[in-house]
């Protein structure tokens, strides 16, 4: 390849790579270690190209495989991107879960992975199991940003023409405007997250699901008619995900969160602290009653997955939002007692909600 340098050696290995490019094993020998080199096709637009990877190399997810350089020519365009090596096994290739706990830890590092991407301003658009591996660690990384697209202010975009893979393609991928642009949000992600997940269950997809556009509903894609029993919040928030509607379907940070609430059940703890006395809300000990007497109050339970909030009376606010009966903790936060003209006369209570990390 034009532009590369004596420091990356040609291991002989070739991969399948995205429409974009071509992609082959070298090792660093300045680094001692193996990175994938994708030589880029000369139809690849620089500028938009350009700009796609200064966005990539800023972003840090240790779900998302990392871009270490790109490779220039004689001329300086962009030739060739070097990618961080995941030597693992295809997603596929792994043992289908017969639990719920195996499918979740197959489906938060996904969802995870996803909600990095999007966070950092991204739409991937092309989520299949395809582009994934687990590495030797055991940990999921998402790649092969070749359709990658970053969003502006209105968290959406526009292209011309269908990009992505048919089966895993959101419904309004298939509804161009008159002048062929095709719009879209990170819903689309959203979705081909949904099918990925149910194709983990299932090992194959629907016939609905593979056609062009697909058809939906569809009752083989109901996770609440798999042969796997899953939670029924777990279905709800996944059947979401498949939702004809881009604007029905959940943030994947919200997927991810739940995801990961059942993966700890019953392991999160909160510790809170008002006039510098401590006291532990844990599995062990579910239940607390917060209250000042002419100020407010607050009762917080803890269900295993969640810090529930109930018996609100008075002024209480939580991050500065009033607090609601039926709510959960945002994770760690400030209950304030006390309506706001108090001043000084207010209560404040510090939360730290912690868990331990989830990990395969």
Same mark, same amino acid.
């Given at each position: 390849?034009?532009g590369?340098t ?7 290995k ?13 090792? /660093?020998? +300045? ?6 080199? @994708?030589?880029l096709?000369?139809t ?11 966005a990539?190399?800023?972003m840090?997810?240790?779900?998302? =495989?990392?871009?270490?350089?790109? =490779?220039? /020519?004689?001329v ?9 090596y995941?030597?693992?096994?295809d ?7 017969t ?11 996904? #969802? ?7 966070q ?7 989520? @299949?199991?395809?582009?994934?591996r ?6 999921l !990384?998402?790649?092969d ?9 209105s968290l ?9 893979t048919?089966?895993?393609m ?6 161009a405007?008159?002048s062929?642009?095709? #719009? ?25 699901? !593979? ?7 569809? =009752?083989?894609? /109901?996770f ?13 928030? *996944? ?5 004809? /509607? ?22 999160? !703890? ?10 532990v809300?844990?599995?062990n000990?579910?239940?607390? !009653?917060?209250?000042? @007497? ?11 997955? %969640? ?11 939580? +991050? +500065? ?7 959960? *903790?945002?994770?760690?936060c400030?209950?304030?007692l006390? #309506? ?17 990390? =989830?990990? %395969?």
């Open positions: 390849m034009n590369l004596a420091r990356y050696v040609d291991l002989g070739r991969f399948t790579a995205g429409g974009m490019s071509e992609a082959a094993l070298y090792q /660093d020998a +300045n680094l001692e270690r193996n990175v994938v080199i @994708k030589r096709k000369a690849t637009e620089q500028k938009r190209l350009l700009d796609e990877i200064a990539l190399q800023n840090r997810s240790q779900y998302v =495989v990392q871009i270490y350089d790109i =490779v220039k /020519d004689r300086g365009n962009v030739v060739g991107l070097i990618e961080e995941v030597d693992g096994s997603l596929l290739s792994l043992p289908q879960p639990s719920q706990n195996e499918f979740l830890m197959l489906a938060f590092p996904i #969802a995870r992975g996803i909600a990095d991407i999007h950092q301003g991204h739409v991937h658009r092309d989520i @299949k199991p395809g582009n994934m687990i590495d030797r660690e055991g940990c !990384k998402i790649f940003f070749g359709l990658s697209k970053g969003l502006d202010n959406s975009a526009t292209t011309i023409g269908m990009v992505g048919p089966g895993f959101a419904p309004e991928l298939f509804r405007s008159p062929g642009q095709v #719009a879209f949000t990170p819903a689309v992600d959203t979705f081909a997250f949904g099918v990925t997940v149910l194709g983990l269950i299932r090992r194959d997809l629907p016939a609905g699901m !593979k056609h062009v556009p697909p058809q939906l509903p569809c =009752v083989e894609a /109901d609440a008619n798999l042969d796997l029993p899953l939670e029924r919040e777990i279905q709800r928030v *996944l059947n979401r995900c498949l939702a004809v /509607d881009p604007n029905l379907r959940p943030q994947m940070s919200e997927v991810a969160d739940i995801l990961s609430a059942y993966i700890l059940r019953g392991r999160h !703890k909160a510790l809170m602290v008002g006039n510098g006395r401590p006291y809300i844990d599995t000990n579910p239940s607390a !009653k917060v209250s000042v @007497k002419g100020l407010g109050g607050l009762d917080i339970d803890y269900d295993g997955l %969640r810090f529930l909030i109930s018996n609100v009376s008075g002024s209480v606010f939580i +991050n +500065n939002m009033a607090a609601r009966n039926n709510g959960a *903790l945002p994770g760690s400030v209950i304030v006390g #309506a706001p003209e108090l001043g000084s006369g207010r209560i404040a209570i510090t939360i730290d909600v912690s868990h331990p990390e =989830v990990g %395969r």
